[in-house]
């Protein structure tokens, strides 16, 4: 995978297709493949799709420290200077809607449209921080056991159903990012409200009203916080069903886009 060197880290990155840029943001516990691998055909048959690894995942290397939003920002802010020569399309995942939109916000100048899913904007209040509080206490305990809350919070009953049990028995040997507890750390710090009102790009935000890792309030508090922005509700899903069936997402994506 191509890579770009920055003050204290380098990124790697995927990229497929041709055409205009779209560049991927994903979250705690994702990579490049865990988060987007579904997304990828369809959406780079007209565009350039880049995925950047940011610290925790892939082969990205840091200087091992505390991961913050500003952090983040700067390796996605480099990836798109790497790969692109004008204005890229941008869409973040759940931490990396955070990441996307602090992004949008701190260097416009790079962003064309933002797109922002199942969204963190803080999580200063109780159930944030209880919850990833939890999550850190979990990986520490049994990270056995964490991987199964993960599925059990991230995915609808539903999805779950639908995975059945030797699906749900595969998905608990999956491998994580080697630097998932510092992912996890940065999402205990993220306040991004300050950057909503500075994001100038047109948004699209999407928000799924079973999600209990972000809940559909924190998707309503993004779209409020970003003038002009247009708010879809998906009813019912979880926070990463659209992992197993992205076809809803990607065409938001490319009615947005185009």
Request: net charge negative.
């Amino acid at each position: 995978m191509p890579a770009v060197s920055l003050p204290g880290t380098v990124v790697d990155y995927a990229v497929d297709g041709e055409g205009s840029a779209l560049v991927l943001v994903h979250g705690v516990g994702g990579d490049a493949d865990r988060a987007f691998g579904n997304v990828v055909a369809p959406l780079s048959d007209t565009r350039t799709v880049v995925r950047p690894n940011l610290s925790g995942s892939g082969a990205t290397t840091d200087d091992g420290g505390p991961l913050s939003v500003q952090h983040f920002v700067a390796q996605v802010a480099g990836t798109i200077r790497d790969t692109a020569s004008e204005p890229v399309d941008l869409l973040g995942f759940s931490l990396g809607a955070a990441i996307a939109a602090a992004t949008a916000a701190t260097h416009p100048e790079l962003i064309r449209r933002l797109i922002l899913v199942g969204g963190l904007v803080h999580t200063t209040g109780p159930h944030d921080r209880f919850n990833f509080d939890f999550w850190l206490d979990l990986h520490d305990t049994s990270f056995e056991l964490f991987k199964r809350f993960a599925a059990i919070q991230g995915f609808s009953p539903a999805m779950l159903d639908v995975f059945g049990h030797e699906g749900l028995a595969a998905a608990l040997k999956d491998e994580w990012p080697h630097g998932l507890r510092r992912q996890i750390e940065a999402a205990t710090r993220v306040d991004v409200r300050a950057y909503l009102p500075a994001v100038t790009a047109p948004t699209l935000v999407i928000g799924f009203t079973g999600d209990q890792v972000t809940p559909i309030a924190a998707t309503r508090e993004l779209a409020a916080g970003i003038a002009g922005s247009r708010l879809v509700e998906i009813a019912d899903e979880g926070h990463m069903d659209w992992f197993a069936d992205p076809s809803r997402i990607v065409a938001l994506t490319e009615e947005f886009l185009s």
